[in-house]
């Protein structure tokens, strides 16, 4: 079983719509995942309209990969360094401390996560 950043068991991050690397819901990962898809978020518009002009549209529908495009309020495995990207731009989301996977914590800091948790909000 995956851990998360609090050292338990992975969460479920989001079913609807359905997230992960792997599309199960989890933000697991392996080695084939080179963008890293483990920190558990809930997206804000402003974050949206950041990653989109990153050149991460992630609120435009994508039939082709079965997408439908988040609005505010979803939740999503994001990319840990577009994350923290996102962070020092003042835009990072809310994350679920239970959900976001324990190795996110090679990208980015446990403190950080904590004082953008939904948990503690």
């Not at 890293?36 to 309209?49: G, W």
């Not at 439908?68 to 996102?86: F, I, N, V």
């Not at 996977?101 to 948990?119: G, M, P, Q, S, T």
Request: with cysteine; proline share 3%; charged share 25%.
């Amino acid at each position: 079983m995956n851990k998360n950043v609090l050292g338990t068991d992975l969460e479920i991050c989001c079913t609807r719509p359905l997230t992960g690397y792997f599309r199960d819901g989890s933000c697991r990962t392996d080695a084939t995942d080179q963008g890293s898809h483990v920190i558990c978020a809930r997206v804000t518009d402003k974050f949206l309209e950041f990653s989109k002009s990153r050149g991460n549209d992630l609120s435009t529908p994508r039939s082709e990969y079965r997408f439908d495009g988040l609005k505010h309020g979803d939740c999503w495995c994001l990319c840990a360094l577009r994350w923290q990207e996102a962070l020092e731009a003042g835009v990072a989301p809310p994350v679920r401390l239970g959900s976001t996977n324990i190795k996110a914590l090679e990208f980015v800091n446990l403190a950080d996560l904590k004082r953008h948790a939904l948990e503690m909000n």
